[in-house]
Structure formats: structure tokens, C-alpha cells
């Protein structure tokens, strides 16, 4: 299985503060057998936090491409980020 990008929030000295990876949404999405659906805003709502932030992100829409050799992954997402 190929990587898929991760978002990271750093600081002004490039410190990394919190982060979210991109194979998490794909991990959920992957096994669905829908060619469209609707989800829930549960189903659709990533979180991860740690000491310093909190984030969530929030998929609008996810469109995923499997080739023999190689997976297009894209979507439209907000993110949200509460600083702690």
C-alpha cells in the first residue's frame, strides 16, 4: 500500500505541534463498496489531539481511483485546529 500525505502544524522555530496523516481517511474509505454515497458528519469526522492542539478534520468529498498500478486518493476536507 503506497503512503499518502500528512498534515503537519508547526510552530515558528518549524517545531512540529500536532498531525494527521491522510492514510487514516483512506483506511476508512478503501474497503466501501458505494460508487456515491452520503455520510454522516461521524462518518465523515477525523480526530486526533495531543498536549499542545487538538484537530479535526472533516471530509466534504472523497474521490479514490485504484489502478493496477499506482491509487489516486483526493478529496475536499476542512480542518479545523484548536491551539491549546
Known sequence: MQDFDTLV????????IISF????IYK???????EKGVLSVEEATFNTE?????MRVVAQSINI???P???DFNG???V?????
Do not use: C, P, Q
Not at 21 to 24: H, L, Q, T, V
Not at 28 to 34: L, P, Q, V
Not at 50 to 54: D, K, P, Q, R
Open 28 to 34: 476508512k474509505f478503501e474497503a466501501s463498496t458505494s
Open 69 to 71: 498500478d499506482r491509487i
Open 80 to 84: 479545523l485546529v484548536h491551539i491549546k
Open 9 to 16: 502544524l508547526v510552530n515558528d522555530r518549524n517545531e512540529e
Open 65 to 67: 481511483n485504484k489502478g
Open 50 to 54: 495531543n498536549g499542545l492542539a487538538a
Open 21 to 24: 496523516s491522510a492514510d487514516e
Open 76 to 78: 475536499n476536507l476542512y
